[in-house]
């Protein structure tokens, strides 16, 4: 029997806004616990609920994002469970009326276009973090109470633990293109809970499915959905049942672990938020939103292709961060040839910040020097070995290329003289290879270019070595 895999994503997103949802405190990571905290966020009787515009603002940028309906009436709800770091003892969420509905995200799996259909986007307030110390003593910081939280739902439309991925990235790249939240997945900023089912190939019935949570990273993403799914088939093949259930990703071991089953699921005995008053979105408002949507990713690569003839692979690439293809076209605008351009990024920019654990905000390279970079190239004044050896001294020292090239002395040889001279010496080492040439094997001249450029320590214009050579042997 051959099995499908059917999986739903539930995506929290963190909202970038400067205060709480509900209150003025502030959302900024990483303070000394608890002192970003007031009666609101608290939770202390008599107290009342703001909410904040922004973040209602940043759920329709987001919808609009990913083509959901924005629903002109929304309303919060009470989600009503008791735990330590939720001192309200319920969470104020959009449940029967969330803020956008019905939407999709397309995906490029291997060359081909899969649209992910969104179910709903709603606004909620984040809970605390309980800090369980090696003391033995539990701690609970409220800081965290409150953040505005976004949470995107997808339908079932996912087949693979490797679209997961996929749909995971593309959603936070959207995210950071609007600036509604930084995507940082280890801080947790984006979370998700991953949901997914088995059934035989061709049927139409969804199985029972089983919820992943705890996964903060792409990799883990796939890596617990493909344990999920062998768990599954194994059961299934066992004759024995799925029983829904809530299981905790362990990346120690690399398995999932139930941690509770549908009976034990709370009844959250949702209703209507009493303290707030529906939010109601109007035309103006959603079209002033458009006015102000940044360019997405999907145009921005037709775009890059059209305008720069750049292939699909590359213009992808460059579009995963927005300051990366920004960094692209002005480097483009500075007269660099795009294709160029985009081969020095891809290969010895990204490696460069990679090595460094940096993001392209934070390069020291500027675009203008890269193509002073590549200019002493197409002018033939350093070939590109060198070139890449200039490259990193650039990246290093942010001196110009030009003075770098002066400095060390990295000029190409292009003096036919000079050349000739390091060909005859290469030749008259090597007997053995030029008779083997002279006997037809042509392929040898890839050995003498090599003898040459190791003479002239990779500095001689390898075109002319070329020509130079060949003239040199049938003589
Ligand atoms: P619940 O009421 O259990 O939270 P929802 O209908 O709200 O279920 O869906 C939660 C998530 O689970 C959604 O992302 C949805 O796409 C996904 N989902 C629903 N049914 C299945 C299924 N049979 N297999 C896999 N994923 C599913
Ligand atoms: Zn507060
Ligand atoms: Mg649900």
Redesign the pocket.
């Given at each position: 029997m051959q099995y499908e895999?059917?999986?739903?994503?539930?995506v929290h997103a963190q909202l970038l806004t400067e205060s709480k949802i509900f209150c003025s405190c502030s959302t900024q990571f990483g303070s000394e616990p608890n002192t970003q905290v007031c009666p609101v966020c608290l939770g202390m009787p008599g107290v009342l609920p703001v909410l904040n515009k922004k973040a209602v603002e940043y759920t329709i940028k987001t919808g609009l994002a990913m083509n959901c309906k924005i629903t002109p009436y929304s309303r919060f709800a009470r989600k009503n469970y008791f735990y330590p770091d939720l001192p309200k003892g319920y969470q104020i969420s959009q449940y029967e009326l969330p803020l956008c509905e019905d939407g999709f995200l397309e995906i490029n799996v291997d060359g081909e276009k899969r649209k992910i259909r969104i179910?709903r986007i709603h606004l909620e307030e984040d809970a605390g973090k309980n800090i369980h110390d090696a003391s033995g003593y539990s701690f609970v910081d409220f800081n965290r109470t409150g953040v505005p939280l976004m949470e995107i739902?997808?339908?079932?439309?996912?087949r693979s633990p490797k679209e997961a991925s996929l749909y995971m990235k593309k959603l936070r790249t959207i995210l950071r293109y609007l600036g509604v939240c930084d995507g940082n997945l280890e801080q947790g900023s984006l979370r998700c809970?991953a949901?997914?089912?088995i059934r035989p190939v061709g049927s139409k019935e969804?199985?029972?499915?089983t919820?992943i949570k705890n996964i903060n990273s792409f990799r883990f993403v796939e890596k617990a959905l493909e344990y999920e799914i062998k768990r599954q088939i194994k059961l299934i093949e066992r004759g024995e049942k799925i029983i829904?259930e809530t299981r905790l990703w362990d990346a120690v071991t690399g398995t999932t672990q139930s941690m509770r089953s549908k009976e034990e699921a709370h009844d959250y005995r949702y209703f209507p938020e009493p303290d707030l008053v529906p939010v109601s979105v109007s035309e103006e408002w959603i079209e002033k939103i458009k006015t102000e949507m940044p360019e997405l990713p999907d145009s921005k690569i037709e775009r890059l292709m059209k305008n720069y003839g750049l292939p699909l692979y590359d213009a992808e690439i460059l579009t995963e961060e927005k300051a990366l293809s920004e960094w692209f076209e002005e480097a483009v605008r500075f007269g660099g040839k795009p294709k160029e351009v985009a081969n020095w990024i891809m290969v010895e920019l990204l490696r460069i910040l990679n090595e460094e654990g940096k993001e392209i905000t934070e390069s020291s390279l500027k675009p203008q020097q890269l193509v002073e970079l590549l200019e002493l190239v197409e002018k033939g004044t350093i070939n590109r070995n060198t070139a890449k050896e200039v490259f990193e001294e650039v990246y290093k020292t942010g001196k110009s290329a030009t003075v770098i090239v002066q400095e060390k002395g990295l000029t190409q040889i292009s003096d036919d003289s000079i050349l000739m001279e390091a060909i005859k010496e290469v030749i008259a080492k090597n007997p053995k290879e030029v008779e083997r040439f002279k006997q037809g094997e042509e392929k040898l001249i890839g050995f003498f270019v090599g003898q040459v450029m190791k003479i002239t320590k990779g500095k001689a214009n390898p075109k002319m070595v070329n020509e130079l050579v060949l003239k040199a042997l049938k003589e």
């Amino acid at each position: 029997m051959q099995y499908e895999a059917v999986i739903g994503l539930e995506v929290h997103a963190q909202l970038l806004t400067e205060s709480k949802i509900f209150c003025s405190c502030s959302t900024q990571f990483g303070s000394e616990p608890n002192t970003q905290v007031c009666p609101v966020c608290l939770g202390m009787p008599g107290v009342l609920p703001v909410l904040n515009k922004k973040a209602v603002e940043y759920t329709i940028k987001t919808g609009l994002a990913m083509n959901c309906k924005i629903t002109p009436y929304s309303r919060f709800a009470r989600k009503n469970y008791f735990y330590p770091d939720l001192p309200k003892g319920y969470q104020i969420s959009q449940y029967e009326l969330p803020l956008c509905e019905d939407g999709f995200l397309e995906i490029n799996v291997d060359g081909e276009k899969r649209k992910i259909r969104i179910k709903r986007i709603h606004l909620e307030e984040d809970a605390g973090k309980n800090i369980h110390d090696a003391s033995g003593y539990s701690f609970v910081d409220f800081n965290r109470t409150g953040v505005p939280l976004m949470e995107i739902v997808s339908e079932p439309d996912i087949r693979s633990p490797k679209e997961a991925s996929l749909y995971m990235k593309k959603l936070r790249t959207i995210l950071r293109y609007l600036g509604v939240c930084d995507g940082n997945l280890e801080q947790g900023s984006l979370r998700c809970d991953a949901n997914v089912s088995i059934r035989p190939v061709g049927s139409k019935e969804f199985g029972v499915k089983t919820e992943i949570k705890n996964i903060n990273s792409f990799r883990f993403v796939e890596k617990a959905l493909e344990y999920e799914i062998k768990r599954q088939i194994k059961l299934i093949e066992r004759g024995e049942k799925i029983i829904q259930e809530t299981r905790l990703w362990d990346a120690v071991t690399g398995t999932t672990q139930s941690m509770r089953s549908k009976e034990e699921a709370h009844d959250y005995r949702y209703f209507p938020e009493p303290d707030l008053v529906p939010v109601s979105v109007s035309e103006e408002w959603i079209e002033k939103i458009k006015t102000e949507m940044p360019e997405l990713p999907d145009s921005k690569i037709e775009r890059l292709m059209k305008n720069y003839g750049l292939p699909l692979y590359d213009a992808e690439i460059l579009t995963e961060e927005k300051a990366l293809s920004e960094w692209f076209e002005e480097a483009v605008r500075f007269g660099g040839k795009p294709k160029e351009v985009a081969n020095w990024i891809m290969v010895e920019l990204l490696r460069i910040l990679n090595e460094e654990g940096k993001e392209i905000t934070e390069s020291s390279l500027k675009p203008q020097q890269l193509v002073e970079l590549l200019e002493l190239v197409e002018k033939g004044t350093i070939n590109r070995n060198t070139a890449k050896e200039v490259f990193e001294e650039v990246y290093k020292t942010g001196k110009s290329a030009t003075v770098i090239v002066q400095e060390k002395g990295l000029t190409q040889i292009s003096d036919d003289s000079i050349l000739m001279e390091a060909i005859k010496e290469v030749i008259a080492k090597n007997p053995k290879e030029v008779e083997r040439f002279k006997q037809g094997e042509e392929k040898l001249i890839g050995f003498f270019v090599g003898q040459v450029m190791k003479i002239t320590k990779g500095k001689a214009n390898p075109k002319m070595v070329n020509e130079l050579v060949l003239k040199a042997l049938k003589e």
